[in-house]
């Protein structure tokens, strides 16, 4: 809950020195005298540094040796902020017989009320501390009172705030995050181009500048644009390891898999290597056939870190490919548990249990995938999958109107339900289904037809109303 600056109290205060002092008289377990101003300050600087055992002594000391100085009662609620007690920390502020115009007392009932979720009064709050600092080195504040507009979901002020808070001095990548963010979110990442060029016009050295517009691209899915960006950056840092991971990335999504391995192989001569970049290598092998190379180069992956998502994920996926689904589930399973919201394990998981016929293992899975996302067309067409594989045409068809009723008139799902209807020489219905996919997207008729390619193309009526769409839409 502290800002960065530990001086914003009182810039006569020598942090490192009363930091050092108070750290002395705790291992000599001696008692050394601090003013209320002086453990204020101590305690801001161990709550910014997360020490939160440091910061109770801290503010133990100052309550026990200057129980009556009205700086204790906003001392009291710091304490009670950082054990996450807000509600009797906003109450203390509340009682407190001290100045309220202060401002560190506005930024503690600041965070008192971006604690309890009171967005608009912790802006209040975090407006008056920035008008008793005369709107002089307020970068932190900026930042806060931009994170509570994000609450709010006003992503402009957000993001205005965020641009007037920037601090290039310190934790600039972060800051470039949210600005990027705020960016993404407003559908303004053009706009976001042109202020991260500006920010390189500023430093042309600036590793974090040519990082952020590099990752613009990629939210772009500009891709090539994006490898040329962070191309900069290694020639500014040959041994930057994010940079590496992400053109490999960048190179595996676009299918240029010797490109990712000339990649990596840079990065060893660089010193650059990591495990993540190990499992992109793998994954760059196994697409081009080498999947020798690629369980060698997993398998080191998981001896650097053996927590390590990707590189279980990588050795489930050969073993699937290889039609092992007994050991491709072991190590998928354990990709899961430590990456739980990554469903592209899970629904390769699905596909294994199908194949040993474990299909209410496949459908638990699935609505697992559906439990997180209800939004994602791919989950309801698997679980659609999963029953027809275990001859439950009934929840096969209610998996499918499950996810017309969320998503309303879906192409993929609508051509799905219309197979059902065929299968279940429901002819009428399945027309009239069929129709309705037509409308939205004609070519995806060329899926329909492979899902059972004999029997839907020897249907007269079938093939009539596709060449009346096809007709239609001047094919």
């Known amino acids: 809950m502290a800002f960065d600056d530990d001086n914003f109290m009182d810039d006569e205060l020598d942090v490192n020195e009363l930091v050092s002092r108070f750290e002395d008289m705790v291992k ?7 003013d209320t101003d002086e453990l204020n300050v101590i305690l ?46 906003l109450s203390t502020l509340k009682n407190a017989a001290v100045d309220k115009e202060d401002a560190d007392y506005q930024i503690t009932l600041g965070y008192c009320y971006s604690e ?15 008008k008793a600092f005369e709107f002089k080195e307020c970068e932190d504040l900026f930042n806060s009172i931009a994170i509570e507009y994000e609450n709010l979901g006003d992503y402009e002020k957000a993001l205005n705030y965020h641009i007037k808070g920037l601090n290039r001095k310190i934790d600039i ?49 500009r891709l090539d644009d994006a490898i040329e960006q962070l191309e900069y950056v290694l020639a500014i840092d040959p041994h930057n390891k994010k940079a590496y991971i992400d053109i490999a990335t960048a190179y595996n999504e676009t299918g240029k898999y010797a490109q ?47 927590n390590l998502p990707e590189a279980y994920a990588g050795i489930g996926f050969i073993l699937s490919d290889e039609n092992n689904p007994k050991s491709a589930i072991k190590f998928l ?19 294994e249990y199908n194949k ?19 939004y994602d067309e791919n989950a309801y067409i698997t679980l659609m999958e999963c029953y027809v594989l275990k001859d439950d045409v009934e929840n096969a068809f209610l998996a499918i109107n499950r996810g017309l009723s969320i998503l309303g008139d879906n192409a993929p799902l609508l051509y799905r339900k219309a197979f059902i209807h065929f299968a279940e020489n429901e002819n009428e219905s399945g027309l009239l289904t069929l129709e309705s996919a037509l409308e939205i997207d004609y070519d995806g008729h060329i899926e329909f037809l492979n ?17 009346e769409y096809r007709i239609k839409n001047k094919k």
């Open 356 to 374: 040993l016929e474990e299909y209410d293992k496949a459908l638990k899975i699935v609505n697992e995938i559906l439990s997180q996302n209800p």
């Open 260 to 306: 990712t391995l000339e990649t990596v192989a840079e990065a060893t001569r660089c010193e650059a290597e990591s495990p993540l970049l190990l499992c992109l290598y793998g994954e760059a092998h196994a697409k081009l056939g080498d999947m020798a190379e690629a369980m060698k180069s997993y398998k080191k992956a998981m001896k650097i870190d053996e």
């Open 333 to 351: 399973k354990h990709a899961h548990a430590l990456s739980p919201y990554n469903t592209d394990y899970m629904f390769v998981m699905a596909e």
């Open 44 to 89: 801001e600087h161990y709550l910014q540094q997360d020490n939160i055992k440091r910061a109770n002594l801290a503010a133990d000391i100052a309550i026990k040796f200057h129980p009556n100085d009205p700086m204790i009662q906003i001392i009291k609620a710091k304490q009670l902020l950082a054990n996450s007690h807000a509600k009797e920390a």
């Open 451 to 467: 899902f059972d390619a004999e029997n839907l193309t020897n249907n007269a009526a079938i093939m009539e109303l596709i060449e």
């Open 116 to 130: 309890l979720q009171e967005h608009k009064k912790a802006i209040n709050a975090y407006m008056k501390a920035v």
């Open 28 to 34: 000599q377990h001696q008692s050394y005298y601090f």
């Open 173 to 221: 990548d972060n800051q470039y995050f949210e600005i990027r963010n705020c960016y993404s979110i407003l559908n303004r990442l053009e706009d976001a181009l042109d202020f991260f060029r500006k920010e390189i016009d500023l430093d042309p050295y600036s590793v974090p500048a040519w990082t952020a517009l590099g990752n613009c691209y990629i939210r772009m899915g």
